[in-house]
């Protein structure tokens, strides 16, 4: 069973604070997605990337960034926290961009 | 601009009784959806897919149903148990794309 598994499931951060959102997958996926969710906006993509170092934005890439230096980590990257990046942060792998395999989320709360 | 929409924001279904599930899709170059089921305080999971090759697709209680003149699908649960209380989202991409677009998702509440 894929494993999909993110470091923190509840972060409390300071408005200007760089935070980082960590995911680990086991299946040796090369695609990796990091999603927001909100109350009646859905799923959003914020960037994903299909192998290691490289990275593609998605549909809301502002005040984000990402790294992947390896094939099973991609890091999520708030340069400076502001209060509507409140979300939960959900980040998924997959092999065929297709079936998508979450991590539980990672609820953020800036203040 | 909203590319899979998802019109309803709940719906409360008797538990036995059918759920049907509606999605809407503007994008014609899309030829694969798909349906993900959502807990609280869990990542969203997998449930069932279909081609645009296909008009149906079934997988035990769950049928996903897809008519592309109208660019519709819709995704019928029967029976509705307890445990199908989630937020369930449409889902739609092209093959050989990198991208999965999600609908809003619908809050479905199964009644006792």
């Known amino acids: 069973d894929v494993k999909v598994t993110q470091s923190s499931r509840y972060l409390v951060k300071r408005t200007g604070e760089k935070v980082f959102l960590e995911c680990v997958q086991d299946?040796?996926?090369?695609?990796m997605f990091w999603y927001r969710q909100d109350p009646g906006l859905g799923l959003r993509l914020i960037y994903f990337?299909?192998?290691?170092?490289?990275?593609e934005k998605g549909d809301i890439p502002e005040g984000y960034s990402v790294s992947r230096e390896k094939k099973e980590r991609f890091s999520l990257i708030l340069e400076s926290a502001s209060t509507n990046q409140t979300s939960m942060y959900l980040c998924?792998?997959?092999?065929?961009?297709?079936?998508?395999?979450f991590g539980n989320g990672t609820r953020l709360t800036v203040t | 601009d909203q590319q899979v929409k998802q019109n309803s924001p709940s719906l409360s279904v008797q538990e036995g009784r059918i759920s049907i599930l509606n999605c809407d899709y503007t994008?014609?170059?899309?030829?694969?959806f798909l349906w993900y089921k959502k807990y609280p305080a869990e990542g969203p999971t997998f449930l069932i897919s279909?081609?645009?090759?296909?008009d149906k697709n079934e997988d035990g209680r769950f049928t996903v149903f897809l008519n592309k003149s109208a660019k519709h699908l819709s995704l019928h649960i029967v029976p509705s148990q307890p445990g199908d209380s989630a937020v369930y989202f449409c889902?739609?991409?092209?093959?050989?794309?990198?991208?999965?677009?999600f609908g809003k998702g619908t809050r479905l509440h199964i009644l006792p």
């Open positions: 994008n014609s170059m899309f030829d694969y």
């Open positions: 299946m040796d996926h090369e695609n």
């Open positions: 889902a739609a991409t092209t093959l050989g794309d990198d991208k999965i677009i």
């Open positions: 279909i081609s645009s090759i296909k």
């Open positions: 990337s299909y192998d290691v170092k490289m990275k």
């Open positions: 998924a792998s997959s092999s065929d961009a297709t079936h998508l395999h």
